[in-house]
């Protein structure tokens, strides 16, 4: 008698209850997305951190010097392929060397790409640093013939935190800090 | 008896969603319409904040604010549905696969389901990705250059592309090549994809139960409200943003490059692609043996076509000069071997040719009909008790083997859509008191729709129907996974109690009977 009761009184809240378990799985899954949605926030970069960029697209010089052909030479092309000069297309890789404070940050031997390693490098090196006054040297060498660092650049630095420091390269007035 | 964890574990997931929604609206059973639900959702808010949106590095930062701050009412309300009903997607989607996975629904004839579903996880994201980058706040550049350093890890573009994203370098063209992926392209792309995913099923649903669509879709407006969808601060490419409010549903590849690299998070990335497209194959799964026709038993009346759950079943013109008009063909390719066809077809009558072997117009090479109806036979002879009862169970359901005793013999089938309903009038007949139907669990059968065709074909509102003048008190449904012994033990128990009664008034009627014809 008294579980017959129970269970009747049971299932009239059967519908009560259930609306209630909805309620909460609904909560749950807006709980899930209220979270995932925002957090954990991500930090990027602590307070005093910053970016440096280095981006440039530059060609390094033709690997050999031209050499003029000997009239013998000359006789043995086809009419149309006489040219005086016989120039190679290959270029020299670029090699760059950058400093921060006296101490190497970044340094790689880009490899002219193309089918005959005659197209233009470019370059792109991002990495965090810390804010605050600095030393910035860059050295460059785009090409084997010369001895030594064609293009060599020095500047003190005033980096703000979160800032990204780009350095670009422009073959008229070599390397810029913007 | 041994079920593997990952299945127990979805199993309980499961029940105490059907305790919560119950099975007509537990959203284990509704996740692909759900999705479909939350794209609609997608859809509509970003169809209305496109009017309002301008596709430009220096207007849409704006614009996205009129958005949310001036007409936070109506366009702030759709901003924060677009975007919580995308976090959403990704739930029901993951949910999704692990049930397909947990329930062993992926493998033989679902590999074409399982592998067409992974591509749409890719566009998915991506298109949640290309999505954060039109608000062009600090997270958009964030996702830009993220996105590049991906790009540019990849041997694909010569040029960099993260240089794009160089102070002063930006242009409206990037801009607006997003502003179109976002908007048409992958979209249309999804669509594709969708079609494609359940190009094999047949009566595909798209649209959840109502009472579940309400409250999911309440639930969204209510985190609206209670949590608008805001942006950072505006990009600005001189400088990095340091803290990020990221949404993890979408992004959560950047952080993950930014800790190791581009070339491992591709890496990573392409590995849990392969390895879930090649588990349909680890170890292979052989379905049986397709479905037969046999015209000599068919007359065309396309109840198999209609019931077939996979689209493997097509009609057309007869071709062996009998005086009907159609026949049925069966694509071995498509066909999954669950046996609801056999159970469709008329012919499927174990009344006829009682003294032969029984012949049907579609039937399966494992377990042809002749053979249900003396398994049925066998296991109805065998009992010996008060209120013997048959059951009927399949073989991805409750094994009902286990509840094998003197008054209690299973007969186990494909499916339990296999059991053509005159079988049931068949056992009755042969003697046995009662016959209970343990199918997979209510709304979830293996096989999509044996259960539902059932149920249908019982209450007469689908054929082939269970005659009106087969005692329903003597017939029970109840469907039942393989951790759910106790709730069938318990119904069996009921039910046998019920029968025990029948009998009682049978046997009191027919002594009243006999005492007055005395
Ligand atoms: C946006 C994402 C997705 C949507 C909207 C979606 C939708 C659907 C729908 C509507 C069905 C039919 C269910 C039925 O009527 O029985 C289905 C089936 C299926 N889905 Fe998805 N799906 C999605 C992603 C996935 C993913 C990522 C996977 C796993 C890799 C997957 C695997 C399956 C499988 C195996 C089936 C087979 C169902 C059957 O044969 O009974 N789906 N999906
Ligand atoms: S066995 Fe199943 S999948 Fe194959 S034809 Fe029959 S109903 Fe279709
Ligand atoms: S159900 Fe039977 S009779 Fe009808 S079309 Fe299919 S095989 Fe033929």
Redesign the interface.
Known sequence: MLRAKIRQMLSLNNKVIRYILQAINYSLFMALIWYFSTSPVYRQLADDEAILTISFAHAGEIKEPCVKRTQKELMALPPNMRAPMNCSRERSPIVIEMMFDGEPLYSETAEAPGLYNDSGVDIYHSVKVSAGKHHLAIRMDDSVLKEGFTHVFEQDVDIKPAQILLVGFNPSKGFIVR | MLVNPIKRAYLALESW?N????TEWN?MYHLGTLTFFLFWIILVSGLYLFVFFHGSINGAYESVEYITHEQWYVAGVMRSLH??AS??AI?TILLHLFKEFASGRYRGFRWFSWVSGLPIIWLVVTLGITGYWLVWDELAQ?VAIGSARLL?SLPIF???M??NF??GQMTDRFFILIEFLHLLGQPLILFFLLWLHVKRISNVEINPPRGLAM??F???V??SL??P?VSHGPAD?????????????YLNAY?LM?YWSEGYTWLLATAITVVLMLLPWAPPKKDGPAAVVDLAHCNGCELCFDDCPFEAISVQARTDGAKFEKEVVVDPALCASCGICMGSCPSSNPFRQSEEELKTGIDMPALPVDKVRSLTKEAVAAMSGQANVLLVGCEHGFNVNRLDNDETRGVKLMCSGMLPPSMVEYALKKGADGVMIVGCRHNDCFFRFGNLWIDKRFSGERKPILRKRADRRRIRVFGGSETDKRSIENELKAFRQELLELNKNVIDNVASEDSSDA
């Open positions: 969603f305790v919560s929604f119950g959203p975007r919580y976090d959403a739930i964030y540019d010569s040029s960099s993260t240089s160089l102070q409250g999911c309440m639930a969204l209510a985190l209670i949590k969808a490419l001189s400088s990095m943003p340091s803290m990020l409010e990221l949404d993890w549903f952080p930014d």
